[in-house]
């Protein structure tokens, strides 16, 4: 028997925190979105299923999968439940140093000793935002772009003191979910400077991924397995095989 994991989005009600939500609802997993405002949460539950309907209309989701999407979100404006049982959290709040840090300090203060937590920010190092936060091993970042939903690019950095085991369980996890995860080492050139040069060949590239996987027999079974990277199967049972990152991680 196969179970997703419990996902926790905080800063939930922006933008990018709803995408990413959503994105990891439609591979499987069980998602909270969480926000102080819990109005804003709401109005945020509602785009993001309004923005998941316009994909149906292009034939880039089924409807099924977004009826299944829906029944995997939920919200709450309360911290300690919302992270309480997380496997994996994602933090996308304002890009304020000594807010992301309180926030990580406050996240890992709640959560299972087991969760790897993960920011979206794309300007600031992990080992800052970590600077407050209980065991840093298990923090890195992991940057979306933005339409998450139609990008399969999925930045992830590690701090100094973050363990390459949970670096590369994420990592896994990720291309389970067809997202083509990559590290900006030194001196292999602007990754993110590429991409945007590239916006609109990766848009369709994502998309025709999205189109593929529409009507597809099998799809991806989401397993409750960031301790055990190999444990992903694709629809026909066979086991994801992926390549481990290099050995030598820029730390940020």
Do not use: W
């Amino acid at each position: 028997m196969t179970t997703g994991l419990n996902v926790t989005v905080v800063g939930g009600a922006g933008m990018m925190g709803r995408l990413i939500g959503g994105e990891m609802a439609l591979s499987g997993h069980s998602v909270v979105l969480y926000d102080l405002n819990a109005d804003k949460l709401q109005a945020a539950q509602r785009d993001l299923f309004s923005q998941m309907g316009e994909l149906v209309a292009e034939g880039l989701l089924s409807a099924s999968d977004v009826e299944d999407c829906k029944l995997r979100v939920s919200c709450s404006s309360d911290l300690p439940e919302a992270v309480g049982v997380a496997d994996l959290v994602f933090e996308s709040v304002v890009e304020r140093e000594a807010i992301k840090q309180s926030v990580f300090r406050d996240i890992t203060t709640h959560c299972p000793p087991r969760a790897i937590c993960a920011t979206n920010s794309m300007t600031m190092s992990v080992s800052v935002i970590s600077e407050s936060a209980i065991d840093r091993s298990r923090i890195m970042g992991v940057r979306f772009l933005y339409p998450v939903l139609l990008i399969p690019d999925v930045e992830i950095t590690s701090g100094l003191e973050t363990n390459p085991q949970y670096v590369e369980q994420v990592k896994s996890m990720l291309m389970s979910m067809d997202k083509q995860p990559f590290f900006k080492a030194p001196g292999s050139g602007n990754h993110l400077k590429l991409l945007s040069q590239n916006y609109k060949r990766r848009q369709r590239e994502g998309a025709d991924t999205r189109r593929r996987r529409v009507g597809a027999s099998g799809g991806i079974h989401a397993q409750n397995a960031l301790a055990d990277p190999g444990s992903y199967y694709r629809g026909d049972g066979q086991p994801l095989r992926t390549n481990h990152f290099p050995s030598a991680v820029a730390p940020s």
